[in-house]
């Protein structure tokens, strides 16, 4: 069992930068994949970001990539999302997750948390 907390959203304005971090209760934290998913009002949730349990590697959605970076600190049994160059579209809550393999669909996670709300300004 593992329970996921984000933190760090807030409101932005566009250009601006926010990190997100998701903080992991248990001991196997350090074994789960961790994704990072996003759903605006109206929307379906979407894939934004995901990372090995080791970090090794990492994987990003096109509209994301080149400003966003995830990472992990097994140590402290936390993942991250630093967020740069934020756009309006960005505008969403974002939600971590922990699953046994990285992928690119919600399906593909067992564990989330209850999400944290970021608001780009323009």
């Known amino acids: 069992q593992v329970q996921l907390v984000e933190s760090g959203g807030g409101l932005v304005q566009a250009g601006g930068s926010l990190r997100l971090s998701c903080a992991a209760s248990?001991?196997?934290?350090?074994?789960?994949?961790m994704g990072w998913f996003r759903q605006a009002p109206g929307k379906e949730r979407e894939f934004v970001a995901a990372?090995?349990?080791?970090?090794?590697?990492?994987y990003y959605a096109d509209s994301v990539k080149g400003r966003f970076t995830i990472s992990r600190d097994n140590a402290k049994n936390t993942v991250y999302l630093q967020m740069n160059s934020l756009k309006p579209e960005d505008t969403a809550v974002y939600y971590c997750?922990?699953?046994?393999?990285?992928?690119?669909?919600?399906?593909?996670?067992?564990?989330w948390g209850q999400g944290t709300q970021v608001t780009v300004s323009s």
């Open positions: 248990g001991r196997t934290f350090s074994t789960y994949a």
């Open positions: 997750a922990a699953g046994l393999e990285t992928d690119y669909g919600a399906l593909g996670y067992d564990y």
């Open positions: 990372i090995s349990w080791s970090g090794g590697s990492t």
